[in-house]
């Protein structure tokens, strides 16, 4: 579209002149995703992309999490994220304190944290997890219960997989939470035949209500083999945008929900923050090693 045009120039022509990639997550809107993005992927393939990039600059475009998992892998590299507000309920609803509290409590207990989660609380964990891995690294444990923090849904949508016990905390995805089974059983008479995907952040009774649960990567494989002739994706609306170019044989009904963080980043937010270098994305050294020890031993599950 012509309203891009210009803004996705200069973002081709600075990353060039400076040396920078663009990892994009599946939440973004089609013109970055499609446009200026270099690497795509769910959170688990942008964490494992970080691990190699050959260049000087990364910018995520994503939320402050994930930029900050790729600058615990790349301590050498300059991380930008274009929006330092591009934050995530779940990051946000615990602190390093409570996860201090939580192995008080429950001596010996392994801690699994979800990679959405900053990295002061990284730094309290034994192992992180995606939503893409966490059945593998919690089983990798051999351990009858585990701590699995910050999402409560996706430790009890493991627990349900597993068996394995969770102590979990109370803190959710904004957008995934407010899905309900009711919403989805009406989507079902309404479009008879639909397939429904949700993602694991999504409540355990919606989860149950779905046909298939995966990460945003895994819905996409979930499509690219199924083939479905309508789907609907029960996470982040983005998702069925991006896709839609692609798969043209499957409709994609909604509902879906806005994610307000990972809208923050926009074509204009990203070639500032190749212009000017902002905002550079920080980790206090005293948080470094602990914390990118817990990314590091998820990447060898
Ligand atoms: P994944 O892409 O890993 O499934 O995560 C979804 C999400 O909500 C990231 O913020
Ligand atoms: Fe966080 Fe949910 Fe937004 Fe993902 S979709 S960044 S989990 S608030």
Known sequence: EERYAADIEAIIRLKKQHNAVILAHNYQTPEIFHCVADIRGDSLALARAAQNIDADIILMAGVHFMAETAKLLNAEKKVLIPDVAAGCSLAEGITAENVRYL??????????????????????????????????????????????????????????ETGIEMITWPAHCEVHERFTPQEIRQYRRMHPGVKVVAHPECPPEVVEAADYSGSTAQMIAYIAEESPKKVLLVTECSMSDNLAAQYPNTTFVRPCNLCPHMKRITLPAIRKSLENFEAEVVIPEALQERARLSVERMLLV
């Open 103 to 160: 192995k008080q409590t429950y001596p010996g207990v392994p801690v699994v944290t979800y990679v959405n989660s900053t990295a002061a609380v990284k730094a309290e964990s034994d192992i992180c997890c995606t939503s893409g891995n966490a059945r593998k690294v919690v089983e990798s444990l051999n351990v009858p219960r585990v701590i699995m923090i910050p999402d409560e849904f996706l430790a009890r949508n493991i627990q349900a």
